[in-house]
């Protein structure tokens, strides 16, 4: 046993919050009573009641059947999740030095203990003996699919190699675990690192919404009075987009394309090169010829060659519209009186000056129309009209940040169904980005378990006094989110392991972007749009033209994404030996595929915290499109009842997409929603990357 263990005892056990029943509403995790050196302790307990649990299931003398099996799995390891869930959840929205050291010590301990469970030959013996008889014993559908699920996941996970390979795998996995861990750290301090102060020069062309963002920020850094842009986001893209001033937006720039690049003790380069080769590794013993053909096999898209043919079907249109819009924005430059090429920093400002001329739109007049608290307003009603769920505030929840709000959400019958925490604002403790996860996933093994669903934004707070205003790509992302929340809040399966999100990687966004598509309704607009000072709903003209507006730039936004996966693609495709250097195959592969020098990348290599943060979205960056291909469809099912909330066809998209888990195959849950495959060329024309004739 490892040395920090001998400093757990049983005392401290008594008094762990995390191993003591939740007396709480809905035995919700007591937020204020969890410090951080009870997770130690208490993953302690926790892999050791696990490693148990599973012991019994190996050591049972009896023949294998699916309850002592299969069940007895799905039972296993309750604690762990438990107290996972809660450290995952804080590490993530709302760390601290302490919590990232421990986070170190967490994930190798995690790597150690599933190793032995998950390349188990008794218990991997017990389930291959089930699958091969599975026609014998009476199972029901989702029992087929969880069978079929834990088998592929063992087989997958090591569990049929020789000794000699699972050591081998285990080291890689312990490694991997660590590399993932301090990535994502290096990332969060780069970015906490940094700051830029605003003076009263340095404002041109910012609005005040901006503005009081920025003091906001300052302020949560303890600059009382003072403005400053960071690295998030949120900031960087409306400074990129609005700042007059030429030489910042290089600098904030630059200084966002640099993260986890600066050559300093944060800098990912070597982690990425030693991520790769060990993948490589781990799918050359499990008898794959790459990691991409490893991870693509559990996949819809089930080949890198089917992912390739999307991304290059799509970058050949979106990178034509790019470069018609590159000549458009140079247009502009000169027509200024200026005489310097576009540059990088520069695309975004003369965008949304092209976008303000020739769609008469600019994201500052929508913003005041669209306030956070309305925008959750809106996503909660569409929820409610689809799929008959309500919402209410609680106010006796415990919550990590006093920034987090909690919902209760009930069924069409008025039952708990779920609740639902919003952590909305960004602040340094916070890593960038916007996500959903869980503190507890809906299950019926053993009761019904109602689930607890998060939702992390990192949006700009509003000016002292004033409300939050959400710029349109907020909203949208806040609509994203929500729909990957539904998953989670309507899983109505039996199974943990099959709960809300736990499907495939490219079949994960169908939920969350086709939620999207409400957002930008104008039945919806016309509601929930409310100018936050006079009420007033959003005039019909500028809704008009905002929904005009949204195609715009549609080349840059395509170009910067489909690269990102492409490059994804090609890390894990060419040998891991060809890429020792980083920057430099970042150079080749965007001149082998003609990437605008205009556009960086959606994420660079060294901030690519989908892929290398942890293996969850490695080789599966192009997930999102995949799953835009079948949500740009997948809405069409309602425009062609006519009505976006039609009755029939939301109970359709409940039944098969929201509510079903991972207990169907993704392509027989979408065919039994839509009623045939998705038609590919949907997410062309929703980005207006298709030009539609006039009269079609
Ligand atoms: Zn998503």
């Known amino acids: 046993m490892p040395d920090d263990a001998k400093t757990v005892s049983f005392a401290s ?73 809660v450290f995952h959840a804080l590490v993530s929205a709302h760390s601290n030095p302490a919590l990232l050291e421990i986070d170190k010590e967490v994930s190798l301990r995690m790597a150690r203990h599933w190793n032995p469970i998950m390349m188990n030959a008794v218990l991997f013996g017990r389930i291959v003996q089930l699958r091969d008889n599975h026609a014998t014993l009476g199972l029901t559908a989702e029992q087929v699919r969880l069978l079929e699920r834990s088998y592929t996941r063992f087989h997958r996970s090591g569990a049929g190699l020789d000794e000699a390979k699972k050591a081998r795998m285990a080291e890689i996995n312990e490694r991997l675990a660590h590399l993932g861990t301090s990535f994502g750290h290096h990332l969060l301090a780069d970015e906490q690192d940094w700051f830029m102060e605003l003076g009263e020069a340095d404002r041109e062309g910012l609005s005040d919404s901006f503005v009081a963002a920025a003091s906001a920020a300052a302020e949560e850094r303890g600059l009382v009075g003072r403005a400053i842009v960071t690295l998030s986001r949120s900031f960087v893209e409306p400074f990129l987009k609005t700042s007059s001033r030429r030489d910042l937006r290089e600098k904030v720039y630059k200084a966002f394309i640099a993260r986890g690049d600066n050559g300093n003790a944060n800098d990912n380069n070597a982690a990425i090169v030693e991520i790769l080769t060990l993948r490589e590794e781990s799918a050359k013993l499990l008898g794959y010829p790459t990691f991409a053909a490893y991870r693509l096999e559990d996949s819809m898209a089930k080949t890198p060659q089917a992912v390739r043919g999307l991304l290059e079907r799509v970058w050949k249109v979106a990178r034509a519209r790019a470069w018609k819009d590159r000549d458009a924005l140079q247009q502009l430059i000169v027509q200024e ?13 003369y965008a949304e000056k092209l976008r303000q001329i020739s769609a008469n739109f600019d994201d500052a007049a ?161 509601q929930f749009a409310r100018h936050y000072r006079t009420g007033e709903p959003l005039p019909d003209d500028l809704l008009r033209r905002f929904l005009a507006a949204r195609k715009f730039n549609q080349g840059f936004a395509t170009v910067e994404f489909v690269a990102s996966a492409l490059l994804d693609l090609e890390f894990h495709s060419q040998p891991a030996s060809s890429i020792s250097d980083v920057r430099a195959f970042e150079r080749r592969e965007l001149e082998k595929i003609g990437m605008p ?100």
Not at 604 to 633: K, L, N, T
Request: include cysteine.
């Open 13 to 85: 056990d008594e008094a762990n919050p995390l191993l003591l029943p939740w007396q709480t509403p809905f035995e919700t995790p007591p937020f204020a009573d969890i410090a951080p050196e009870h997770f130690l302790p208490a993953f302690e307990r926790a892999f050791a009641d696990h490693t148990a649990e599973v012991a019994a299931i190996t050591h049972d003398p009896a023949q294998a059947d699916f309850a002592n099996t299969i069940t007895a799995l799905e039972r296993s390891g309750k604690l762990l999740a438990k107290v996972s869930a």
């Open 337 to 349: 009186g200026k005489n310097f090429a576009l540059a990088a920093w520069d695309w975004r400002y």
């Open 597 to 696: 020098a205009e556009i960086s990348m959606r994420h660079r290599p060294q901030q690519f915290g989908h892929i290398f943060s942890g293996d969850h979205y490695a080789s599966g960056y192009y997930s999102y499109m995949w799953s835009e291909v079948m949500d740009a469809d997948a809405f069409g099912a309602f425009e062609e009842a006519g009505d976006i909330f039609d009755p029939a066809v939301a109970k359709r998209l409940h039944d098969d997409i929201y509510s079903s888990g991972g207990s169907r195959d993704p392509e027989d849950a979408y065919v039994a929603f839509r009623g045939r495959d998705p038609a590919p060329d949907a997410l062309l024309r929703r980005r207006g990357l298709l030009e539609t004739p006039e009269a079609a």
């Open 366 to 526: 929508i913003k005041p129309y669209l306030s956070l608290d309305h925008m959750i307003e809106a996503a909660f009603d569409c929820a409610t009209r689809l799929f008959g769920v309500t919402f209410t505030e609680r106010k006796d929840i415990a919550v990590w940040h006093s920034d987090v709000r909690v919902w209760e959400v009930r069924d069409r019958a008025g039952h708990h169904k779920a609740l639902f925490y919003g952590d909305y604002f960004a602040r340094p403790s916070k890593r960038s980005g916007a996500w959903m996860t869980s503190l507890r996933d809906q299950q019926k093994l053993d009761g019904v378990v109602a689930p607890l669903i998060i939702n992390v934004c990192n949006f700009s707070k509003g000016a002292e006094g004033e409300p939050a205003l959400l710029s349109p790509d907020d909203a949208r992302t806040l609509f994203h989110e929500f729909g990957h929340a539904l998953h989670g809040i309507l899983s109505d399966v039996f199974y943990p392991s099959l709960s809300g999100t736990s499907v495939f990687t490219d079949f994960v966004e169908l939920p969350s972007q086709l939620y999207e598509h409400w957002q930008e309704q104008p039945q919806v607009l016309r």
